[in-house]
């Protein structure tokens, strides 16, 4: 049942495929990463199609793996955890990723008008905090409001959003997602969901239960005044 929109006090949003073009950095670092597990013969044979660890994007690292090399050994997933990391952090530090059109520009805005936000990913904690930090967006955040998966240990992002609202003593929020995990986590602790659906890493019909859809993340303080 849809949630009823009030003006909110926070936004929680997640990472990939909603504020950044995770494309753009992973790529390069997915195909370095497979380049290494083959120097240190962890991996044979050719390197996984890009659609297997895309669709992945949202979940935790550990079933994205299962998913891109489920053939694999347990310490090889986590071998391609370290790389992954190391390569992405090393490609922030490049200058290599980007955000969606607006983003940036978005953020300010709601955050002049005194929204605090967030961000809650399954992500690793070195990789989201030098996404937000690299981008320059860190300022706009809350202090201590960046949430990830790989510092708080959580196993689904229901808990992850549960922990950040009991933490920051928030009572009205939105979440703003491009996945079924980000709808989830919004309802499942009676949050309003904003779907955003430009990303293209979604299956059919994950965003079906959101509350509203956006196609273009300037849309949403649009969203404050409806």
């Not at 013969?41 to 998913?67: A, N």
């Not at 200058?95 to 300010?108: F, H, M, W």
């Not at 790989?150 to 689904?156: D, F, W």
Request: aromatic letters at 8%; hydrophobic letters at 40%; proline letters at 3%.
């Amino acid at each position: 049942m849809p949630i009823n929109k009030t003006t909110p006090e926070a936004m929680i949003f997640d990472l990939d495929g909603t504020l950044f073009q995770t494309e753009t950095l992973l790529l390069p670092a997915y195909h370095a990463t497979f380049e290494q597990l083959r120097a240190e013969g962890l991996f044979q044979g050719e390197t996984p199609d890009e659609k297997y660890m895309l669709s992945g994007l949202g979940m935790l690292l550990e079933h994205i793996w299962q998913l891109v090399i489920p053939d694999a050994d347990v310490k090889v997933h986590r071998r391609a955890d370290e790389l992954l990391l190391q390569l992405q952090v090393e490609g922030m530090a490049r200058g290599e990723g980007k955000l969606y059109d607006g983003v940036a520009e978005t953020l300010r805005e709601l955050h002049r008008r005194g929204v605090r936000l967030f961000i809650a990913s399954n992500g690793l904690e070195a990789y989201v905090k030098g996404v937000i930090r690299h981008q320059g967006l860190e300022p706009l955040f809350e202090a201590g409001g960046l949430y990830s998966a790989g510092e708080y240990a959580t196993r689904s992002k229901v808990d992850l959003v549960r922990q950040l609202l009991d933490k920051h003593g928030i009572e009205n929020a939105w979440m703003v997602g491009d996945r079924s995990s980000d709808v989830e986590a919004g309802h499942a602790n009676g949050l309003f969901v904003v779907g955003c659906d430009y990303a293209g890493f979604r299956k059919e019909g994950e965003l079906d239960q959101a509350d509203v859809r956006i196609a273009d993340f300037r849309d949403l303080p649009a969203l404050l005044d409806a």
